[in-house]
Nanobody, 117 residues
Framework: QVQLVESGGGLVQPGGSLRLSCAASGSGFSLYGMAWYRQIPGKERELVAQITPIHITTYADSVKGRFTISRDNAKNTVYLQMSSLKPEDTAVYYC???????????WGQGTQVTVSS
């Protein structure tokens, strides 16, 4: 039903910035709740940020003030703008979509973000 493709990951120095994109295919994007998760090898997947269909956003405490999630419904795309990056932000970042009716949840393949000097 829904396909999600992340892009924009890469290597960045501490204190730098990076913008991740998640392009969605399929109908009904504007009615999906969207989120970014991240996962460090050996650890559980962590919710980073989420945005509702009416653009209400929430963030993990670890990224508040540094990351911004946004969506462009005309482009079926969700973004994660990351600034003041820290080495501990290094992870694979995944895009997530959820819908109410019919219920469903979808994941992208992930994009690697490495913060290192």
């Amino acid at each position: 039903q829904v396909q999600l493709v992340e892009s924009g990951g890469g290597l960045v120095q501490p204190g730098g910035s990076l913008r991740l994109s998640c392009a969605a295919s399929g109908s009904g994007f504007s009615l999906y709740g969207m989120a970014w998760y991240r996962q460090i090898p050996g650890k559980e997947r962590e919710l980073v940020a989420q945005i509702t269909p009416i653009h209400i956003t929430t963030y993990a405490d670890s990224v508040k003030g540094r990351f911004t999630i946004s969506r462009d419904n005309a482009k079926n795309t969700v973004y994660l703008q990351m600034s003041s990056l820290k080495p501990e932000d290094t992870a694979v970042y995944y895009c997530n979509a959820r819908r109410w009716a019919p219920t469903g949840e979808y994941w992208g393949q992930g994009t690697q973000v490495t913060v290192s000097s």
